[in-house]
């Protein structure tokens, strides 16, 4: 006889960040709205768990539950040592990590800052802070000069070059030669900010 549960539990990328589902036949299936990066680390952290020993009580494999021996809390020392341990800090990479993962959203750049502010854990400092900011702001402006060039081209398209249309479109040029070049301004300078980070770190 075939089991019914007693409740099914629904859930999508609207409520959840990450979704694991693992059925009795077949291949795990994983959706996330996380960048790659920020879900591996999740998905390590979550088999570090299972793997310890606190998982692994007769307690906490026969119920499926938390041991309440194993699995209590721990003290208040081990919890700080926990949050001194060395982290990585936000790297250039994750963020354009972030727009990668994030094509073809409706808004990539906007769904990439949501991905990069949620990520607490990973400590910021100024320069980290500047570097994500001038990858999402570069990114931004070459969305507007996108939208810009758009709107343009369907000018154009839908009333052809004349008297009337000649300085609109004069001024739609000039507003995306604009953008574009504040956004290659922008991609200057983090690229100058990221050659003198590697230089220091050259023997």
Not at 84 to 108: C, I, K, W
Not at 129 to 141: D, G, N, P, T
């Amino acid at each position: 006889m075939t089991r019914i549960p007693d409740a099914v539990a629904v859930a999508s990328l609207d409520t959840h960040r990450l979704i694991v589902a693992v059925p009795n036949e077949g291949p795990a299936e994983v959706s996330c709205n996380l960048p790659r990066p920020v879900a591996a680390d999740v998905l390590r952290q979550l088999a570090d768990s299972l793997d310890s020993e606190s998982g692994r009580c007769a307690t906490a494999l026969l119920t499926g539950r938390p041991c309440p021996v194993h699995d209590a809390p721990r003290p208040r020392e081990a919890q700080q040592a926990d949050d001194r341990r060395p982290t990585m800090p936000l790297d250039p990479s994750d963020v354009r990590g972030a727009l990668d993962f994030n094509a073809g959203r409706a808004d990539q750049v906007l769904a990439s800052l949501r991905d990069v502010l949620l990520d607490v854990e990973v400590p910021r400092g100024p320069e980290e802070a500047l570097a994500a900011a001038r990858i999402l702001l570069e990114a931004h402006a070459r969305q507007i000069a996108a939208l810009v060039d758009a709107h343009y081209r369907a000018t154009r398209t839908r009333w052809g070059l004349t008297r009337s249309t000649r300085g609109l479109l004069t001024g739609y040029e000039g507003a995306r030669k604009i953008v574009t070049a504040y956004a290659d301004g922008l991609a200057d300078e983090q690229a100058l900010a990221e050659g003198a980070a590697a230089d220091q770190t050259k023997p």
